[in-house]
């Protein structure tokens, strides 16, 4: 006989699970999917929560980071020294400064990850945009011409 201490059930509970087909994830708990819907504008557009308070994104994959607006960072009680921002960033709107921050946690409709970095732009930033700091911890994304379903 085996013996798995005090999380033997949980042991159990995902053997049987993964025979009828359905999983947990290492925490025990279920994944989850969120859907983001395509706006009219053609984009995606996701309110995440950030350290407890919902911010506005742009999910987008081509981002390597999580870029803040220094707006909604500051919303977030994130508010760099002028000299934090030492990051150089090329953007599609060309070069911009930035400051490296870390995030507790990011949630999308329950699809959250924690400790997720991130940038504040400094200037020319008009939206926080989801980049793959986040994107890339998730166990799948995926793209229909309707919308993304990040799955956690």
Same mark, same amino acid.
């Given at each position: 006989?085996?013996?798995?201490?005090f999380?033997s059930g *949980?042991?159990?509970?995902?053997?049987t699970a993964?025979?009828l *087909?359905?999983?947990?994830?290492?925490?025990?708990?279920y994944?989850?999917?969120?859907s983001v819907?395509?706006?009219? %504008?053609?984009? !995606?557009?996701a @309110?995440?929560?950030?350290?407890?308070a919902p911010?506005?994104?742009l999910?987008?994959?081509?981002s390597?980071?999580?870029?803040?607006?220094r707006?909604d960072?500051?919303?977030?009680?994130?508010?760099?020294?002028?000299?934090?921002?030492?990051?150089? @960033?090329?953007t599609?709107?060309?070069?911009? &400064?930035?400051?490296?921050?870390?995030?507790?946690?990011?949630s999308? %409709?329950?699809?959250?990850?924690e400790r997720v970095?991130?940038?504040v732009?400094e200037? *020319? #930033?008009?939206?926080s945009l #989801?980049?793959?700091? !986040?994107l890339?911890?998730l166990? &799948?994304?995926e793209?229909t011409p309707?919308a993304?379903t990040?799955?956690r």
């Amino acid at each position: 006989m085996y013996e798995f201490g005090f999380r033997s059930g *949980g042991v159990i509970a995902m053997a049987t699970a993964a025979a009828l *087909g359905a999983y947990y994830l290492l925490d025990g708990s279920y994944p989850r999917d969120a859907s983001v819907a395509r706006a009219a %504008d053609g984009h !995606y557009w996701a @309110v995440a929560e950030v350290n407890g308070a919902p911010v506005r994104f742009l999910v987008d994959t081509g981002s390597s980071m999580v870029a803040l607006t220094r707006h909604d960072a500051a919303r977030l009680g994130l508010e760099p020294a002028p000299e934090d921002f030492r990051r150089e @960033v090329l953007t599609a709107s060309g070069p911009a &400064r930035a400051a490296p921050v870390e995030l507790s946690h990011v949630s999308v %409709d329950g699809a959250r990850v924690e400790r997720v970095e991130a940038l504040v732009f400094e200037d *020319g #930033l008009h939206a926080s945009l #989801l980049g793959m700091s !986040y994107l890339g911890r998730l166990s &799948r994304i995926e793209a229909t011409p309707s919308a993304i379903t990040l799955r956690r």
